[in-house]
């Protein structure tokens, strides 16, 4: 007997292999399943059973921490005894809409979803069980809409475990690429109220360097749509990371996945690092010092050691992207000095460093200040101000025009370009230390992070010394150069070549204008329109610049010198006026305040009884179109005035959660998406249906349709 089962048992495994997937349910752009790396389950033996998600080109679901969405939920009916574990979930990659914007968090193309499930020890082999699940997904590309399926997966029992062909592979695959906390790193975490600071060093023995990283926050903590500060240093890695305006100020982990386009370790793929770190807690003390909060006073060696550090770092600055750009234009000073009296070279290096000190000392005793009044604040705090960083990427830019050669103005403004042995070089070599200051401050030389979380803690006269170090380490090379003329000897001399690596010299400050543009474009995320005037205001002052060197210059006649000033300073004051940061426009027109009721079929038909004109919006929070729609009309003064002139009742229909009479009405017009929009005029039972991208004209325009 025992040789025909087998041979019937061989016989049925093709059929045992087919019933690991359930059937594909389709729905919407995504079409989900049921996979298991099981052929056979057994007794108490745990197996692994996958939701697969296919998505049709150019949609997307959500990670456990979708941003604007919400992400996938599995809801298990299991026959008595089993259990059945968490969503494993891979590591997601940005969601980004057709316009670029980032709204998320999650998956494309074809993924598993992993969940163990463990069946009772006491279950029957030769017996046959049902799992089922309802699955639950929202699926976006320039519209959104739920999807959901009810899936069953039929499995044999038997005495031993099987495994299945098909699926056995790709689960383990998908298993491997998990987010795992065990590599050959060490890892700290740090907070200072606006931004997460994480700290990665390699262990011994690690020589994989991974690419690409982006952190996700499991718990939206760090904010998912803005840029993070990625920098490598010692071997290892620190990202800066802005926090939602929602994060809990109390946190005490970070939590999340850090991913890496190349993985963690040689020939992972992209995959992640499991982080569950405290805050403050460095498990790398001895590589990334870190220093408590504290006011007492250090002990002699530590301040000597951290200014040290400070000295270092200083120097090192020179070398960061943000001051390399007045790196150049000093050389080029010191080469146009290099035939000039040796006491004078000697001068100006000394009147640059000062510059470097006072400009360095009036941040420290700004932050001290600030400090003292409760305020929580970090190197580069003045970069955290929309409005300086416009003006400092203005000043960047004429100053990057002005090395292009569009116009040439003197010494005592840039400090190139000029005949430093003038009266009014002094200024220039001054200027030239504060501002190299000024754009040191954003970057973090190696050795110089910990120096200043001690400046910023210690007491204000050891803040002052540390400061100090950094100053001195900043200018340093320039001193040097001028105090040995030796070195300023070894220069070359004066020539044509100047004016070329001048206008080269323009390339650094340009990029450091596009560095300065990313930031605005972080810190006006929530204005839609704030970096294209942003973008038209560096236009204006380029025109400025360039009408100024054109017309306005020490050539020509007189009053075609004065008109061109006069043309030029009105273009500075309209591009100033036009790419100033402001504040987001309130949805106000005159006394009009846009109000939001509920929708509901009975709202609409007591709106039109009373002679009203009806607004209709179906919208979600996890729609990232309905939220630049709602953005681009509901802030236009034409259309506010309009509402206003008819009186319009706004009625949302909010699909953030499933709601079955929202459903059932965008189905009644064969819709199963938002944004999804109709205007309502009184006495007129059909409505005017907008399309799914708004502008106020399109508005405007469906108001007037509504009336005919």
């Known amino acids: 007997m025992k040789l025909p089962r087998l041979f019937l048992l061989l016989l049925a495994l093709p059929i045992v292999v087919s019933a690991a997937e359930s059937p594909a349910v389709k729905k919407g752009a995504v079409t989900a399943s049921l996979v298991s790396d099981a052929a056979a389950i057994a007794p108490g033996q745990p197996f692994t059973v996958a939701l697969r998600l296919r998505h049709d080109p150019h949609w997307h679901s959500y990670w456990i921490a979708a941003g604007t969405g919400y992400p996938t939920a599995l809801t298990w009916t ?14 997601p990659h940005t969601l980004q809409d057709s316009s670029g914007k980032i709204v998320g968090n999650g998956y ?10 463990k069946p009772p020890a006491t279950l029957a082999p030769g017996s046959t069980v049902k799992l089922a699940a309802t699955a639950e997904w929202l699926m976006c590309m320039d519209v959104c809409m739920p999807g959901d399926a009810k899936l069953e997966l039929s499995l044999p029992v038997a005495a031993a475990a099987a495994a299945d062909a098909k699926w056995t592979k790709v689960v383990a695959d998908t298993r491997a690429k998990l987010p795992d906390a065990s590599t050959g790193w060490n890892v700290s975490a740090t907070h200072d109220g606006k931004s997460a600071t994480l700290r990665l060093v390699p262990k011994a023995g690690t020589t994989h360097q991974p690419t690409e990283l982006r952190f996700f926050s499991d718990d939206a903590f760090v904010d998912y749509t803005l840029p993070q500060a990625i920098t490598q240093k010692n071997g290892g890695w620190v990202l800066v990371m802005p926090l939602d305006a929602a994060a809990d100020q109390k946190t005490k982990h970070l939590t999340g996945v850090l991913a890496s386009a190349n993985g963690w370790s040689a020939g992972s793929g992209y995959d992640g690092l499991a982080i569950d770190v405290a805050f403050g807690d460095s498990k790398a ?16 060696g530590s301040l000597l050691g951290t200014l040290f550090l400070a000295f270092v770092g200083g120097m090192i600055l020179n070398l960061m992207p943000c001051v390399f750009p007045v790196l150049g234009i ?20 000394l009147v640059f460093a000062l510059g470097v000190l006072l400009s360095f000392w009036t941040l420290a005793g700004a932050l001290l200040v600030l400090r003292a009044g409760g305020s929580q604040l970090g190197w580069g705090f003045q970069l955290q101000s929309p409005a300086f960083v416009f003006g400092m990427a203005v000043f960047l830019l004429i100053f990057a025009l002005n090395m292009s050669g569009l116009f040439e ?3 005592s403004a840039t400090g190139v370009g000029g005949d430093l042995q003038m009266k009014d070089g002094f200024a220039g070599s001054f200027f030239t230390g504060a501002l190299a200051t000024l754009v040191a401050t954003p970057c973090s030389a190696p050795f110089l992070a910990p120096a200043l979380g001690a400046a910023l803690s210690l007491s204000a006269g050891q803040s002052f010394l540390i400061f100090t170090a950094i100053a001195i380490g900043l200018a340093l090379p320039y001193l040097l150069l001028s105090i040995f003329p030796q070195a300023v000897r070894m220069l070359p001399k004066p020539g044509a070549w100047m004016e070329t690596f001048k206008q080269f010299m323009a390339f650094p400050l340009y990029a450091t204008v596009g560095w300065l543009l990313w930031v605005l474009a972080g810190q006006t995320k929530d204005d839609d329109n704030a970096l294209l005037l942003i973008s038209f205001g560096f236009v204006l002052v380029a025109m400025a610049a360039w009408i100024y060197g054109r017309f306005g210059q020490a050539h020509g006649k007189p009053t075609r010198q004065l008109l061109g000033r006069v043309f030029a300073l009105a273009l500075l004051a309209g591009g100033l006026a036009t790419g100033w940061p402001k504040s987001a426009p309130v949805v106000v027109a005159g006394s009009y305040q846009v109000t939001w009721e509920k929708w509901s079929p009975a709202a609409i038909t007591a709106a039109q009884a009373a002679g009203k004109y009806v607004y209709v919006d179906f919208t979600a929070r996890w729609c990232a179109t309905c939220q630049t729609n709602k953005a681009a009309v509901f802030h236009n003064d034409d259309v506010l005035a309009e509402l206003k002139r008819k009186d319009v009742v706004l009625l949302r229909g909010d699909w953030t959660n499933r709601d079955p009479a929202i459903t059932a009405e965008l189905a009644r017009w064969n819709r199963s998406a938002v944004p999804f929009n109709l205007i309502y005029a009184p006495g007129r039972p059909d409505p005017v249906v907008l399309p799914e991208l708004l502008t106020p004209g399109k508005v405007l325009e469906a108001f007037a349709a509504a009336g005919k």
Do not use: Y
Not at 78 to 91: S, Y
Not at 108 to 117: C, S
Not at 338 to 345: F, L, M, P, Q, T
């Open 78 to 91: 299991l026959p008595e005894g089993f259990t059945a574990g968490n969503i494993q979930w891979p590591t």
């Open 108 to 117: 494309d193309g074809d993924n598993l979803l992993l969940v163990e499930i």
């Open 285 to 300: 003390v001895a590589t990334v010092p870190t220093i408590a909060p504290t006011t007492t006073p250090t002990a002699p």
């Open 330 to 349: 000093k050389i080029l000073g010191f080469v146009n000095q290099s035939g000039s009296d040796k006491a004078r070279i000697v001068q100006h290096g």
């Open 409 to 411: 103005i003197g010494l």
